[in-house]
């Protein structure tokens, strides 16, 4: 007959059993729970790491459309000042008429061809000035901040006793110029 079973053996048996059970429930459940609950911390960080990188580019791309309109700004501004037209003669008359405004001595004005600057004309104009001082600067400033977009280029001043003899080479555009890069 079997021998009854002590009480120390059940004690045995029971702490056997429940390490048995705290091992199974390690090695099945919370083991790969737990490897799970690592990858998902993975993938979260993952996603926060790209949601960020979108952040940044949506506010690159605010920032972008902001320059974009203001560069859509400032060429609708420049593009005003550059006429349509191909009027040379009204370019010389308004040079005169400065010129004489500011009380100096405008000579020989030589305007070259204009050049294919693909988006618009540019040409050339050689401006010889004689005047005071005073009246030449006026001259300068006038010149450059008429309704027609005139830029000096170069100028030569030559100090004489009681006026300047001033040499200009200045620039202005028309619109023109090549079509999709095509000169």
Known sequence: MARPVTKKEIILVAVMAIIALGGGFYQFIL???MARAEQVKSEVSAMETKIEQIR????????LEIKYEQAKSDLASF????????EIPA??????????????????????????????????????IKGEYRNVLRFYDEVTSAKRLIIV????????????????????????????GQK
């Open 91 to 128: 370019l010389l008359r308004e040079l005169e008429l400065i010129a004489d405004r500011c009380n100096v001595q405008l000579s020989s004005i030589a305007v070259s061809n204009p050049i294919n600057r693909n988006t618009h004309l540019e040409i050339t104009l050689n401006l010889p």
């Open 56 to 63: 940044k580019e949506l506010r690159d791309q605010e920032e």
């Open 31 to 33: 083991s790969p729970t």
């Open 153 to 180: 280029k170069t100028s030569n001043i030559n100090p004489g006793e009681n006026e300047y003899q001033v040499s200009i080479q200045a620039a202005t555009f028309m619109r023109g110029g090549a079509v999709d």
């Open 79 to 86: 593009e005003m000042l550059i006429p349509n037209d191909k």
